[in-house]
T-cell receptor
């Protein structure tokens, strides 16, 4: 399967600061990248879908000004949590879909964000 | 709207025994079905998928799943459970064709008892 990396794997920050999370597709070019949020003992909640070179599509209820997504290349997408607050603490997971095989998503290892 | 149901929050099985993790789905048209596994504080690892063809799909680590169209089910199975199989398992579905959104189940925790 494809290899997807995320950096950092965990981050602790103070309330009010911004945090950037990187997602890289190491094996192949990913036309589409997804950002999910996972709460304890819950399933994945899709936050947004990003396509290379275009604006991300956010799910209902997700603030696009708070969760900035940049998909600068076919192998890199970033999620920036702006002015983070304790309620933003969560496990954030990115996922990629391969350019030539669009039926399967592959996931990164996730980033644990803790906002103090 | 499409949906996935994983009726069991947790499944306990003795090491060496067969295991089944249940999943039923609802989707318009033909389904694409997936199983993923998640270990603590890790992302999801792809196990297997059903797109078309044989109803019995074999995947990683000895897991398999059977697609049953009439029962709209896609149960995950393994003949002999290992302690290392203990993890959180997610079933997912999407409609076929193009760029369709994937819907995940809530997950089932599998506990294999030594």
């Amino acid at each position: 399967g494809a290899v997807v990396s995320q950096h950092p794997s965990w981050v602790i920050c103070k309330s009010g600061t911004s945090v950037k999370i990187e997602c890289r597709s190491l094996d192949f070019q990913a036309t589409t990248m997804f950002w999910y949020r996972q709460f304890p003992k819950q399933s994945l909640m899709l936050m947004a879908t990003s396509n290379e070179g275009s604006k991300a599509t956010y799910e209902q209820g997700v603030e696009k000004d708070k969760f900035l997504i940049n998909h600068a290349s076919l192998t890199l997408s970033t999620l920036t949590v702006t002015s983070a607050h304790p309620e933003d603490s969560s496990f954030y997971i990115c996922s990629v879909r391969w350019q030539l095989s669009t039926d399967t998503q592959y996931f990164g290892p996730g980033t644990r964000l803790t906002v103090l | 709207a499409q949906s996935v149901a994983q009726p069991e929050d947790q499944v306990n099985v003795a090491e060496g025994n067969p295991l089944t993790v249940k999943c039923t789905y609802s989707v318009s048209g033909n389904p694409y079905l997936f199983w993923y596994v998640q270990y603590p504080n890790r992302g999801l690892q792809f196990l297997l998928k059903y797109i078309t063809g044989d109803n019995l799909v074999k995947g990683s680590y000895g897991f398999e799943a059977e697609f049953n169209k009439s029962q709209t089910s896609f149960h995950l199975k393994k003949p002999s459970a290992l302690v290392s199989d203990s993890a959180l398992y997610f079933c997912a579905v999407r409609a076929s064709g193009g760029y369709q959104k994937v819907t995940f189940g809530i997950g089932t925790k599998l506990q294999v008892i030594p």
